[in-house]
């Protein structure tokens, strides 16, 4: 993993999400304050827009200067969330020697430990986290069971998937869903939504890359 | 949409501009990061009061720094939280080496960006959460109740403390103590247009409102058909006290807040009908509050607040103020 991995993933990104953008408007007006696709958006693009100041940086600069990034531009709960993610990602051990597979499955999955910590939201909770945290459990697993990069990445988006759909029946107790109690059934988490779709590009694009 | 604005972009910051200008005596407008502070620096060995949140609530937060209140506000995006780079500008303006007191209301957003300020800072700090809003049960939903218009009231009575030379761990106590015998609760008559969205948050009606309604159009309880304002007051003093649970002859402070699109001449007569159904319960309304303190946009509708009050408390909402939004004895 390089910094013009990380930039090519998130103009991969920047586009998936373009494309789903009212999509995911939508399921917001109907549960949450409709904000949450500009705050996204808003994200990926000062994400991107860093290319040129973060290129030739160690990987560990380049995500806390991600990180603060995303915490000052897209600012309320997602900014903090993403900012704790790629806060605790640049702490990662050793990651300016080089990230392989392992290493960047390590980073993420530690990355996702510290934004349930910050977010005090776990897995049932009609958030991201029904998508963030399956996954991080699902790389865990294949690399502890030594399984091939192919079928952990598979598998991976597979439980992206359900994890974004298992939100639909649930009722929201974290989030401003959670304001809404019952009424908040029958509707797919927008945060959720835009995660899996997050997960889902990086793991298909890496597919690609590998041949899989 | 049909608002006073040019740029999306720019709307925050031409509303800050001209903040600033016109009340330049009390308070100075900092942007890139975006924060108040008092026109006079925070004097040595007191206490800073720092808050914010989103912005859309005018004049909270941002009409309630000076004499007698907040050293600082950041203020966030239309109804998004704050960053932690304003609140750290912020300290570095307004420490008074006796400690920075974060007065934050209960929104996941806005508590995890203190959180991350406060855990980015050097100085010695304290958090009040303010979760005043009866409307959303406590046992229900772990996120808790809403923060709402009781925040005005806590920075006001805190405020003086702290302007008392009141120490950290005594403003602290103080501002979770005026939290917990705080309690509100909302109407809405009509939905708020945050710009960036361009169109209403939620629908209503013509003839329904939104009981137990958030700050930021949140639902509330229930929707109902409109009501008789007698009806409407009963409504929501009964779930305020069932919550509170005061005794006769209790003193309270009754607020009543707009949300923004309702006139004055509707808040004085719904003061009316509360302070004549609080009569009737024996409790004593002996301070009072009414106007657009804590709003929501242009949304139309109100809250009522009670806060409990005691000697102490009673002490520091009487002494001076002197702010954008609120000032008396000065």
């Known amino acids: 993993m390089s910094i013009k991995f990380l930039i090519s993933q998130a103009k991969l990104i920047q586009e998936v ?65 993403f900012g704790t993610l790629f806060m605790s990602m640049a702490k990662g051990e050793g990651i300016d020697e080089g990230i392989d597979f392992k290493k960047a499955f390590k980073i993420f999955i530690d990355g996702v430990e510290a934004v349930k910590q910050r977010g005090k939201a776990d897995v049932g909770e009609k958030t991201m986290m029904d998508v963030l945290i399956p996954v991080a459990n699902c790389l865990q697993k294949g690399i502890e069971d030594n399984r091939d990069l192919n079928s952990i990445l598979q598998a991976a988006v597979e439980k992206a998937e359900k994890g974004m759909l298992s939100t639909k029946d649930l009722i929201a107790t974290k989030g401003r869903a959670s304001f809404l109690g019952e009424r908040a059934k029958g509707h797919i988490d927008p945060g959720a939504r835009s995660s899996q779709l997050m997960i889902k590009t990086v793991c298909e694009s890496l597919l690609r890359e590998i041949g899989g | 949409m049909k608002k006073f604005i040019n740029k999306t972009d720019d709307f925050l910051k031409e509303s800050l501009q001209g903040f600033g200008a016109v009340h330049r005596e009390i308070i100075n407008v900092y942007f890139e990061p975006n924060f108040i502070t008092r026109s006079k620096p925070t004097k040595k060995g007191k206490v800073a009061l720092i808050t914010g949140g989103g912005s859309g609530h005018e004049p909270m937060h941002g009409g309630y720094v000076g004499y007698g209140m907040l050293d600082a506000a950041c203020p966030g995006f239309v109804f998004s939280a704050p960053t932690p780079d304003q609140m750290l500008a912020a300290v570095e303006k307004v420490d008074g080496g006796a400690g920075i007191l974060f007065l934050v209301t209960n929104y996941s957003g806005d508590i995890m960006n203190f959180q991350m300020a406060s855990e980015m800072l050097q100085s010695p700090n304290e958090t009040v959460l303010i979760n005043d809003d009866v409307a959303v049960e406590n046992s229900s939903f772990t996120t808790g109740r809403r923060g709402v218009a009781a925040t005005i009231l806590i920075e006001k009575i805190v405020g003086s403390l702290a302007e008392s030379g009141g120490s950290l761990e005594a403003c602290k106590a103080l501002g979770d103590k005026v939290n917990k015998y705080s309690g509100s609760m909302g109407v809405a008559f009509s939905s708020c247009t945050v710009p960036a969205a361009g169109k209403p948050t939620f629908e209503l009606g013509a003839d329904e409102m939104e ?101 102490d408390i009673i002490r520091h909402w009487d002494s001076p103020v002197h702010t954008a939004g609120m000032r008396w004895g000065m």
């Open chain 1, 17 to 81: 999400i373009d494309i789903h953008a009212s999509e995911i408007e939508k399921l917001d007006q109907e549960i949450g304050d409709g904000d949450h696709i500009f705050n996204v958006q808003r994200g990926i693009k000062l994400v991107i827009e860093l290319e040129p100041t973060i290129k030739d940086l160690p990987i560990s600069k380049a995500l806390n200067l991600i990180a603060m990034k995303v915490l000052s531009g897209i600012g309320g709960s997602s900014g903090a969330l």
């Open chain 2, 211 to 311: 009981f137990g309604v958030g700050i930021h159009g949140e639902p509330g309880r229930r929707r109902d058909k409109i009501k008789p304002a007698q009806q409407i007051t009963e409504e929501l003093l009964e779930a305020i006290l069932e919550d509170l649970k005061l005794n006769k002859n209790e003193e309270v402070l009754l607020f009543i807040n707009g949300l923004g699109g309702t006139p004055l001449t509707e808040l004085y007569l719904l003061f009316d009908n509360a302070k004549q159904i609080l009569d009737k319960k024996n409790i004593n309304v002996s301070r009072s509050l009414v106007g657009n303190y804590c709003t929501s946009l242009e949304m139309q509708g109100a809250s009522i607040t009670l806060t409990k009050l005691d000697e």
